[in-house]
Every structure is written in structure tokens, then in C-alpha cells.
């Protein structure tokens, strides 16, 4: 069974970092696009950062640009997020996401909360 595991939430303080990680295993990860997608409360679940196969190709919501980084590593399995210069509006919580073709999966989640 295809598994996302996300891991590297927490709470912050304003202005503060975090480094998601996502550890994927149980098909070919390096055939996949990753994303990271976020989700508020009463807000829609939106789309943070992707990452191509290769990771040669990179896209990020305009709210995060400059501060939050998508990379991975496609020896371990793992897609990372990240997070700079923390605001309490990047509250929320963070999803995996690995897409090829028609296959989509979703990680579980993990909570980042930005508070003082």
C-alpha cells in the first residue's frame, strides 16, 4: 500500500522556520511530481509548492514565494518543504502530494501552527 508520511510540524513563533519532511514509499517516487499543499480552517485546501520528477522544476504559491523551498531527494524517498520567515497566516495544516499521470496520493497531514 502506497504510503506519504509527513513529519516536521510543530508550533512557531512568528518569524521563526520549520523543515517539513515526507517520506514516500511503495511505488516509484522518482516518476512522480510532489507537491505540498495546505489547508486552513473554513479556507479550501490550496496548493504551496510543487516539484517536478527531476526536482529540476519548481512552482510556489505567490503568499510563500521567497520564503518557503521545495526540494527533494529522490535516493531516500523524501520530499522537503522549507519554511521561512513564518507568518501566522501559514497555519495550517501541510499535505504531501505525489501525482504521475492518473495516480494521485496524499499524505495524512501535519499541523503547523504560527503563534506568539
Known amino acids: 500500500q502506497v504510503q506519504l508520511v509527513e513529519s516536521g510540524g510543530g508550533l512557531v513563533q512568528p518569524g521563526g522556520s520549520l523543515r517539513l519532511s515526507c517520506a514516500a514509499s511503495?511505488?516509484?517516487?522518482?516518476?512522480?511530481?510532489m507537491s505540498w499543499y495546505r489547508q486552513a480552517p473554513g479556507k479550501e485546501r490550496e496548493s504551496v509548492a510543487t516539484i517536478s520528477n527531476t526536482g529540476g522544476t519548481t512552482n510556489y504559491v505567490d503568499s510563500v514565494k521567497g520564503r518557503f523551498t521545495i526540494s527533494r531527494d529522490n535516493a531516500r524517498n523524501t520530499v522537503y518543504l522549507q519554511m521561512n520567515s513564518l507568518k501566522p497566516e501559514d497555519t495550517a495544516v501541510y499535505y504531501c502530494?505525489?501525482?504521475?499521470?492518473?495516480?494521485?496520493?496524499w499524505g495524512q497531514g501535519t499541523q503547523v501552527t504560527v503563534s506568539s
Open positions: 502530494n505525489a501525482r504521475f499521470l492518473a495516480n494521485v496520493y
Open positions: 511503495r511505488f516509484t517516487f522518482r516518476n512522480y511530481a
